[in-house]
Nanobody, 114 residues
């Protein structure tokens, strides 16, 4: 079992920044690919960003490329999502998950006002 707890969401104006954190406990965190997803009201959950276990590889949804950065600190069992130049369409509940979707956090709300 892996327990994931997200934090860092909130209300921000368009153009602002937030940094989300996801702390893992349980099995060895460094073994897992980690991903961020988001789900906007009335929409399906969508992939945002992913990072390999060594942090050597990252990938992003086209909609966030150049604005969001995923990183991880295996010593702290934490994965981050730095979100810059936020837009109203980034408003969603953001979830972290292990690769393959075996384990998910409870989500953190991000609201971007125009």
């Amino acid at each position: 079992q892996v327990q994931l707890v997200e934090s860092g969401g909130g209300l921000v104006q368009a153009g602002g920044s937030l940094r989300l954190s996801c702390v893992a406990s349980g099995r060895t965190f460094s073994n897992y690919v980690m991903n961020w997803f988001r789900q906007a009201p009335g929409k399906e959950r969508a992939f945002v960003a992913g990072i390999s276990w060594s942090a050597g590889n990252t990938n992003y949804a086209d909609s966030v490329k150049g604005r969001f950065t995923i990183s991880r600190d295996n010593a702290k069992n934490t994965v981050y999502l730095q979100m810059n130049s936020l837009k109203p369409e980034d408003t969603a509940v953001y979830y972290c998950a292990t690769g393959g979707g075996a384990f998910w956090g409870q989500g953190t709300q991000v609201t971007v006002s125009s």
